[in-house]
């Protein structure tokens, strides 16, 4: 591996300065993980330094900040792509460890100038608070895409960061992170939007979703609001000293606190504005929509922001009830259709259901890098007192662990059926989501990959072919798309 930083030298960071800015220069010539891990090994050796180096430091820890920023910013383009050459697990864990170490450099430089008599001068001061805040929310962004679990320290240091600032009045003095480009930012625009992410739920979005509602922010951040004062449209709280994450409202500060109240709804109007943008197909450029699976996942994105931002957040349209049960879970269209099919020997994995509803399963689920499970994610389920397979998709996960996540699962059909269909150019084989019935609509999941979508679909196997006419896309999931058709002819004869 080749090491553009001589981290055997005791004396390094400060007393080679010249030589850490070329090196620094030489990051970009790496290929991404090669350089963000030779940056996170830099990171690493720093771990002492003195009082007067602190302006040293930070200048140096910024120049490694951003020339490191094209590799990770290539990690998390190839982690959100639908077949990454490298396994995802690899990339955040590469990832995360640059921000991880990149952060806690920041908060200790911060420890350090808070404790010292000799304080920083006002713009370098402001600097290293929002760059501690951008760092620590690097992390959150991959946990984000990871699901978790998330870092309890997250909050602990940005709010030190945020509380440094307001203490020397430098909430809103503007800080340029990246001088060639002129991009400005202050403290309490950046703790604002780690906030803000914090309250979108996440955990219900695919990785590209995800991704998308941090490129998102950009739009709507002028919107959102932190109020030391509650309004009507107040949706949560955060306390800068507590070190915990947003609170919903349900749940309100205790008495001597003075929280920080979120409200979202006035990005309504933005989150509108940019649907009407999609639909007449002029999305801004930074969104980077570059097929027409990120027009799909776009669409329901603002909705689902516009719906847990606002005034009425969302709630549950039916209760949960707790319920304890070991359940049998195959986990993709293809492995559900072939069991659904009567096929043997295929891989079938243990759930522990936790609750359920009128139309869901809450459950505490494996992860293999082999099959991962994901949002959008079809499965299969089989409770130990079930006498019939249900479908279902994955709507939300949040890791507990590592190699476990606690999911909720949309029950999609009570009673699937795995089918055989030509689209006129090639078999494959389907499930049908609702019964059969002559002239109505039906939900039928196909697998991705080429297919003639405008073409009507043929089920076979039967004593007469069924004609089913498309109609429109309902949704796609992480590896298929539910289409509605309806049935033409007499379903009589083909049962």
């Known amino acids: 591996m080749l090491r553009i930083f001589n981290s055997s030298r005791a004396d390094l960071p400060l007393a080679d300065a010249q030589g850490v800015a070329r090196s620094v220069e030489d990051l970009e010539s790496l290929p991404p993980q090669e350089a963000v891990r030779e940056a996170a090994e830099w990171l690493e050796t720093l771990s002492q330094f003195k009082e007067s180096d602190s302006a040293a430091l930070l200048g140096l820890l910024a120049q490694v900040d951003e020339a490191t920023q094209p590799a990770v910013r290539a990690l998390r383009e190839e982690y959100v792509a639908p077949q990454p050459l490298l396994p995802r697990a690899e990339l955040w864990v590469r990832a995360r460890h640059f921000w991880t170490q990149l952060a806690e450099r920041y908060e200790e430089l911060l420890r350090v100038v808070r ?44 709010g030190d960061a945020y509380l440094a600032a307001q203490q020397n009045d430098l909430l809103e003095a503007h800080v340029v992170i990246r001088p060639p480009r002129q991009t400005e930012t202050c403290v309490a625009r950046e703790y604002l939007r780690s906030v803000a992410l914090a309250t979108a739920a996440l955990d219900e979005l695919d990785e590209v979703q995800v991704e998308q509602a941090w490129r998102l922010l950009h739009y709507v951040l002028p919107s959102l609001r932190l109020d030391f004062e509650s309004t009507t449209d107040s949706i949560f709280w955060i306390h800068p000293a507590s070190g915990r994450p947003p609170q919903r409202m349900v749940r309100p500060p205790s008495e001597g606190e003075r929280p920080l109240y979120f409200s ?60 304890r049960a070991q359940l049998q879970v195959v986990e993709g269209l293809e492995f559900v259709t072939d069991h659904l099919s009567g096929l043997v020997g295929l891989p079938v994995s243990n759930w522990e259901q936790i609750d359920v509803s009128l139309n869901g399963v809450g459950a505490s689920a494996p992860l293999t890098e082999k099959r991962p499970l994901r949002i959008g994610s079809l499965v299969g389920m089989l409770s130990e007192d079930g006498n019939r397979w249900l479908v279902g998709m994955v709507r ?69 072919a069924v004609k089913l006419i498309p109609q429109s896309l309902i949704e796609r999931g992480a590896d298929f798309e539910i289409r509605c058709y309806q049935l033409a002819g007499d379903v009589t004869d083909a049962q």
């Not at 290293?128 to 309890?152: K, M």
């Not at 059926?417 to 494959?428: I, N, P, Q, T, Y």
């Open 264 to 323: 979202g709804s006035a990005a309504r109007e933005a989150l509108q504005h940019l649907q009407s943008l999609v639909r007449e197909g002029n999305p801004p450029p930074t969104l980077a929509l570059n097929s027409d699976e990120d027009y799909d996942r776009l669409g329901p994105l603002l909705e689902h922001l516009i719906r847990h931002w606002s005034a009425e957040p969302p709630v549950r349209r039916h209760r949960r009830h707790k319920l």
């Open 396 to 464: 939300r996960m949040r890791r507990e662990a590592q190699e476990r996540a606690l999911v909720g699962v949309e029950i999609l059909s009570w009673h699937p059926l795995s089918a055989r269909a030509d689209d006129g150019a090639r078999e494959l084989r389907v499930l049908l989501l609702d019964p059969l019935t002559r002239g109505g609509n039906i939900r039928v999941a196909i697998p991705e990959g080429p297919m003639r979508r405008a073409a009507p679909l043929y089920l076979i196997g039967h004593n007469k």
């Open 115 to 158: 404790q010292s008599e000799t304080k920083l001068p006002s713009a370098p001061m402001a600097e290293l608070c929002v760059r501690l805040i951008r760092a620590s929310a690097g992390e959150q962004r991959w946990d984000s895409l990871h699901y978790g679990p998330f870092d309890h320290r997250h909050w602990s240091r940005v």
